[in-house]
């Protein structure tokens, strides 16, 4: 058996991962005792998952303002569709660029790629920014930086049906 | 932060290994013992440096999310972000230099689930939210390189 969870233990556990793994010796064996279950059959449950391409990343989840990481920068530019998928392709490689994503268009909003770019100093972000759209031949392209200037919220992100536990 | 906090996040925003002691596997591969690994991952948290530790879902699969931006004006941020904080679907909420000055992530079990969430946010702040999902990802990469790798423009 690859499995040894009920339906309702695999969904109560998702709703904990989304909450982080214990500070303990033995997470598992923690997460384990909240839903009445075993450390074995937690583990393999998670493993799977993991395997199963659920997890974009599993490790150490930091706050990166409070790491002096808070000149954040999302960079929104208006690129014509037949070279977005090259121009994203191109900065999603390029140093400093955290993410990289196509948006649609909407009424009032001419911005199809957005790029966040994080540093220290706003100058050098700004520069750095600065340094990307020229290496790109991207100057000449509608584009908007939007600093961000507080965070009201900072989380990760819960799947699971909202009030189920 | 010391030499081996750095290391630490270095190393393990990525690839913890899934087993029954990983804060004892940090630790042997770092060279440390498990208690040096609980202090510094506290010391994080005291700064209020730490999220959590242990996976960030790929949203593709785990469910849907959107990006969503309000102009929100002036007179009304502190009200209005109070309400977008209240929801459970919100998880990073920020304000930025634009008209569209709210910005915030909704995720959730299915995109009809969001569309209901976007519907409560029209109706509870009056504001017409602009419906941002993503198409296609070209780069995802959340950690942060802290040590002597580090590209973040300082």
């Known amino acids: 058996m690859s499995d040894g969870l009920t339906l309702e233990q695999q969904q109560q556990l998702r709703r904990l991962l989304e909450h982080g793994l214990p500070l303990a010796s033995r997470p598992y064996q923690v997460l384990a005792e909240q839903i009445n279950s075993t450390e074995q059959a937690?583990?393999?449950?998670?493993q799977d998952l993991n395997a199963q391409g659920l997890f974009r990343r599993f490790g150490?989840?930091?706050?990166?303002?409070a790491l002096g990481i808070n000149a954040n920068v999302m960079l929104v530019m208006d690129i014509e569709d037949e070279r977005v998928h090259q121009v994203?392709?191109?900065?999603?490689?390029a140093p400093g660029v955290n993410l990289c994503y196509r948006r649609p268009r909407r009424p009032g909003w001419p911005y199809n790629l957005f790029c966040m770019v994080h540093g220290r100093d706003r100058q050098a972000v700004e520069a750095h920014v600065a340094e990307l759209l020229e290496q790109h031949n991207l100057l000449q392209r509608p584009h908007h930086l939007l600093f961000s200037t507080r965070a009201f919220k900072q989380r990760g992100a819960r799947y699971s049906q909202v009030g189920a536990t | 932060m010391d030499d081996l906090c750095l290391r630490m996040l270095d190393r393990f925003q990525h690839d913890l290994p899934i087993c029954a002691e990983p804060y004892q596997a940090i630790a042997e591969e770092l060279g440390c013992s498990e208690e040096d690994i609980f202090q510094r991952l506290e010391q994080l948290n005291q700064r209020q440096a730490l999220s959590r530790v242990g996976p960030i879902f790929d949203h593709s699969v785990a469910g849907a999310s959107t990006l969503v931006a309000l102009?929100?004006?002036?007179?009304r941020i502190e009200q209005v972000a109070a309400q977008i904080n209240a929801l459970d679907e919100v998880n990073h909420n920020y304000l930025r230099e634009h008209d569209w000055n709210l910005w915030f992530v909704l995720t959730g079990p299915n995109r009809a689930h969001l569309d209901q969430t976007l519907i409560h946010i029209q109706q509870q702040t009056g504001l017409t939210p602009l419906d941002l999902p993503m198409l296609t990802a070209y780069q995802i990469n959340l950690g942060f390189a802290l040590g002597k790798d580090s590209q973040v423009p300082s």
């Open chain 1, 42 to 46: 937690v583990l393999q449950h998670v």
């Open chain 1, 60 to 65: 150490i989840v930091v706050k990166h303002r």
């Open chain 1, 88 to 93: 994203g392709a191109a900065l999603g490689e």
């Open chain 2, 71 to 75: 102009a929100v004006p002036e007179a």
